[in-house]
C-alpha cells in the first residue's frame, strides 16, 4: 500500500495546473519505467533573414523538463521501451525471410536455415525434460556414483517449470565454472570464426578460390544470445544465401539449403578459441557444444518466418535474468556476499572478477562484464545486407511522430531548406517518483515496476 508520502505526491501531482499536459508527456512516453528528463530550447530561423520563427522552451513544461522514452531494450528495466525494441527487431528480421521495409519479396526465395549454436556441458545441472509432454526425472541414475565432495550425482525429481533449482549444478564444487566463464567470454569470437570458416567451406563445395566467392555468393544473417539457466548463452541464427548483390539478387542455382547445411556442420565443428595457461590453470581449448540444430525455413512449413522472428526478437529483449543475476554493472565497492542473487549466479560472477585480475586476460574486460556472467556481446546483431537496420525503423518512426506534431500544430510548418534549426539540450535527470509512476500506469496501462527495482527514483 502506497505510504503517506507517496499519496501526498500523488494529489499534488493531480492537482498541479499543468497536469493534463505531464499525462500528455506520459503518453508520449508509451508508458516507460524510468524517462529521461530534458532541459533546453529549439529555435527556428529564417536562413535568409535571420528572423526568429519560433521557439520551443522546456521552461513551460511540467517541472520544466521533457521527459522522452529510455530506449531501453531490457524488459527487466523497462517493459514498454523493451516492447517497442522487441516490435522492431521482429520486423528487421521478418523483412530478411519475406521481404517489406525495403527488402524485394524475392528474397524468400533464397536458401535460408534457423541454426542453434550451443555451449559444451562444464557439469551437470538440474533440469527439466519432457517427452510426449510427460516430464521425466532429472538426471536419475541408478547405484550414482558419489563425487570427490561426497555428493550423490543423481536427481530423480521431476521438476516444476519455475523451479529456482533449474540450471544449478549437481554439486557446484564439481561445475567448471571457469570454463563456463570463459566460454561466455570468447563466445563473440566463436561467431565470428564460425561465419569466416562457414564462408570458406562454402567457397570450397562451389569449387572457388575464396577471393573470388563474394563475386558469387553472400552469406547473410541475424542472430540473438539467448542464456540458459546453468548461464552460458547459445546463440540462434537466420542464415541466408544471397547473390553477388545482397537480398536484391538471387543466389546461384547451385547454392543449395543442403550445402549451406553441410557447411554450418563444418563451422560449428571446425572453430575453436584458445586461451592460455594461467596462474597454474591449464591451457583451454574453447569450441561449440555438440548439440547442433538446423531447421529449414519456410512459408508454410513447420518452422515458419512469423515463428522464427518472433523467437529472435523474444529473446533481444532479455539477458541473464533467467539466471538470477543482476542487469546492472557490479561496482568494486559493492559486497558480493550480500547481493540479492541466486548462489549460482554468485559464483559466476566471483569467478569472473577472479580471472579479470590476470593480465593475461584482460583483453576479455571480465570485470565490467561479470554481471553478464562474462558474455560481452551484443545480443542482437545482424551482417550489413540482411535487411533493413534498427535506425531506419526509428527514423521512419520519428518522421511519422514529427508529421502527427505538424497536423495537431504543435510544430510549426516549415521548409527545412530556408529554416536553420539551433537545439540545446541538457539531461536533467531520469525517473518517476512513486506517486508519478503510480499516476502513469494508470494512464498507460503498464504494470508498475516491482518495489525492489532499483530503476524507479526519480532523480
Known amino acids: 500500500?502506497?505510504?503517506?508520502?507517496?499519496?501526498?505526491?500523488?494529489?499534488?501531482?493531480?492537482?498541479?495546473?499543468?497536469?493534463?499536459?505531464?499525462?500528455?508527456?506520459?503518453?508520449?512516453?508509451?508508458?516507460?519505467?524510468?524517462?529521461?528528463?530534458?532541459?533546453?530550447?529549439?529555435?527556428?530561423?529564417?536562413?535568409?533573414?535571420?528572423?526568429?520563427?519560433?521557439?520551443?522552451?522546456?521552461?513551460?513544461?511540467?517541472?520544466?523538463?521533457?521527459?522522452?522514452?529510455?530506449?531501453?531494450?531490457?524488459?527487466?528495466?523497462?517493459?514498454?521501451?523493451?516492447?517497442?525494441?522487441?516490435?522492431?527487431?521482429?520486423?528487421?528480421?521478418r523483412a530478411g525471410l519475406v521481404g517489406g521495409k525495403g527488402v524485394p519479396e524475392s528474397v524468400a526465395s533464397h536458401p535460408c536455415l534457423f541454426v542453434t549454436l550451443t555451449a559444451p556441458s562444464f557439469g551437470l545441472v538440474h533440469t527439466r525434460r519432457e517427452r510426449n509432454g510427460k516430464v521425466l526425472p532429472c538426471h536419475p541414475r541408478r547405484n550414482a556414483a558419489t563425487c570427490p565432495h561426497g555428493r550423490v550425482i543423481s536427481c530423480a525429481a521431476r521438476h516444476g517449470a519455475d523451479e529456482e533449482c533449474l540450471g544449478e549444478p549437481l554439486?557446484?564444487?564439481?561445475?567448471?565454472?571457469?570454463?563456463?566463464?570463459?566460454?561466455n567470454a570468447t563466445a563473440p569470437e566463436l561467431w565470428r570464426r564460425f561465419t569466416m570458416a562457414l564462408r570458406r567451406h562454402l567457397a570450397k563445395l562451389a569449387g572457388l578460390p575464396f577471393k573470388d566467392f563474394a563475386a558469387h555468393l553472400v552469406v547473410s544473417f541475424a542472430k540473438v544470445a539467448e542464456y540458459q539457466r546453468r548461464g552460458v548463452v547459445h546463440f540462434h541464427a537466420v542464415i541466408r544465401l544471397d547473390g553477388p548483390d545482397g537480398p536484391t539478387s538471387a543466389s546461384p542455382d547451385w547454392a543449395t539449403l543442403d550445402m549451406l547445411a553441410h557447411a554450418v556442420r563444418h563451422a560449428a565443428a571446425a572453430v575453436t578459441v584458445t586461451i592460455?595457461?594461467?596462474?597454474?590453470?591449464?591451457?583451454?581449448?574453447?569450441?561449440?557444444?555438440?548439440?547442433?540444430?538446423?531447421?529449414?525455413?519456410?512459408?508454410?512449413?513447420?518452422?515458419?518466418?512469423?515463428?522464427?522472428?518472433?523467437?529472435?526478437?523474444?529473446?533481444?529483449?532479455?539477458?541473464?535474468?533467467?539466471?538470477?543475476?543482476?542487469?546492472?554493472?557490479?561496482?568494486?565497492?559493492?559486497?558480493?556476499?550480500?547481493?540479492?542473487?541466486?548462489?549460482?549466479?554468485?559464483?559466476?560472477?566471483?569467478?569472473?572478477?577472479?580471472?579479470?585480475?590476470?593480465?593475461?586476460?584482460?583483453?576479455?574486460?571480465?570485470?565490467?562484464?561479470?554481471?553478464?556472467?562474462?558474455?560481452r556481446g551484443h545480443v542482437s546483431t545482424k551482417s550489413r545486407r540482411y535487411s533493413t537496420t534498427l535506425g531506419a525503423l526509428r527514423a521512419a518512426r520519428t518522421a511519422h511522430v514529427r508529421a502527427e506534431q505538424i497536423g495537431t500544430g504543435r510544430l510549426p510548418l516549415f521548409d527545412e531548406d530556408t529554416v536553420l534549426v539551433i537545439a540545446r539540450w541538457e539531461y536533467a535527470g531520469r525517473g518517476l517518483s512513486a506517486g508519478d509512476a503510480i499516476l502513469a500506469a494508470a494512464i498507460t496501462g503498464t504494470p508498475l515496476p516491482s518495489p525492489t527495482n532499483p530503476n524507479g527514483g526519480e532523480s
Open 1 to 93: 500500500m502506497p505510504n503517506a508520502h507517496i499519496l501526498a505526491g500523488l494529489i499534488a501531482r493531480l492537482h498541479d495546473p499543468q497536469y493534463a499536459r505531464w499525462a500528455a508527456q506520459i503518453r508520449r512516453t508509451g508508458g516507460c519505467r524510468q524517462p529521461i528528463h530534458l532541459r533546453g530550447v529549439v529555435e527556428h530561423y529564417d536562413r535568409a533573414t535571420g528572423r526568429l520563427l519560433h521557439r520551443y522552451s522546456t521552461h513551460r513544461e511540467p517541472d520544466g523538463v521533457l521527459r522522452v522514452p529510455c530506449k531501453t531494450r531490457r524488459a527487466s528495466r523497462c517493459q514498454a521501451c523493451a516492447e517497442v525494441y522487441r516490435a522492431d527487431t521482429y520486423h528487421l528480421v
Open 276 to 375: 592460455p595457461a594461467i596462474n597454474g590453470e591449464p591451457a583451454r581449448i574453447l569450441r561449440w557444444g555438440g548439440q547442433l540444430d538446423i531447421q529449414p525455413i519456410s512459408l508454410g512449413g513447420e518452422l515458419t518466418d512469423e515463428a522464427v522472428a518472433g523467437y529472435i526478437a523474444k529473446y533481444a529483449t532479455k539477458a541473464a535474468e533467467c539466471v538470477g543475476t543482476l542487469d546492472r554493472r557490479i561496482t568494486s565497492a559493492e559486497d558480493l556476499t550480500a547481493l540479492p542473487i541466486r548462489e549460482h549466479a554468485r559464483r559466476l560472477i566471483a569467478e569472473c572478477l577472479r580471472l579479470g585480475s590476470f593480465e593475461e586476460l584482460a583483453d576479455l574486460r571480465l570485470v565490467p562484464w561479470a554481471h553478464m556472467l562474462g558474455f
Open 171 to 183: 554439486c557446484p564444487d564439481c561445475y567448471d565454472y571457469t570454463g563456463s566463464v570463459l566460454f
